[in-house]
């Protein structure tokens, strides 16, 4: 049967939401870091010469002038001289670690690297030169020191940092309605509605048509709930259709791009 409820969630209820998202903040934390790790295992296995031929490194690279850009960032220029019939991957806004190599063997294909504690994000990238925003002064001078210096495409930490962000503003949210919603999923607040009759939708059945009218009535959240092929798809659709004729606009999210696609081409 599909149905639309307004659960109080008591079976998710805690003393205190903060310490809840606290808790999510640090599985997420562990998460990345498992991430991060299977990602350097995975490139140490691959072999730093390798990585050089997919145009995912320079090396050797040199170090050259820090400056301030007018985002107030610290930036380091980086250049290289060799590979340059390779065509690279380093575009805007990747991030990017780096590594030191022996000069010695002179191939670097079967070398492995010794990866530095720093990373950067590229602000821009041409042939033989690539600029890099740091966090500080010390990460340039650490870069221009090293020697045999190479440079990399590195785990992208942007999903991650969005999602700590998202958690943080939770968090920190107090006398929002950011912080109500907060509030109403994880402890017993009464979900309020509103009160309007059942608008009629005819092409729907019974339990379809009674889902739209209960996430047009509520004000805070409303879970459709159903086992597949009860048409939880198709009551979504219509409920965006005629939230469209209250709202300016509708914000629709999903796991894939595939789920997403799906609703707009039934929309």
Known sequence: ILCAIHPHLSDMSYTNPILALEKQKQLLGLEYEAEREAFRVQTEARGIGRIMKRGDAWWPVVAGKMFYNSLNQCCLSLSRSTELDIEHNFEFSRPVTFFTLSSSPASAAGAKPKYLNVTATVSYAEEKQMVVALRSEGYAALLQQAEGLGVQLSFDETSYRCMLDALNRVIEGRGTRLSHLRD???????LEHYTFGDIRLPWLNASQEHA??????????????????TGKTTTLVEAVVECLQR???VLVCAQSNMAVDWISEKL
């Open 212 to 229: 739209v009218n209960e996430v047009l009535r509520a004000k805070d959240v409303a879970i459709v709930h159903g086992p597949p092929g």
């Open 247 to 249: 709202e300016n606009q």
């Open 184 to 190: 109403v999923c994880y402890t017993d607040i009464p």
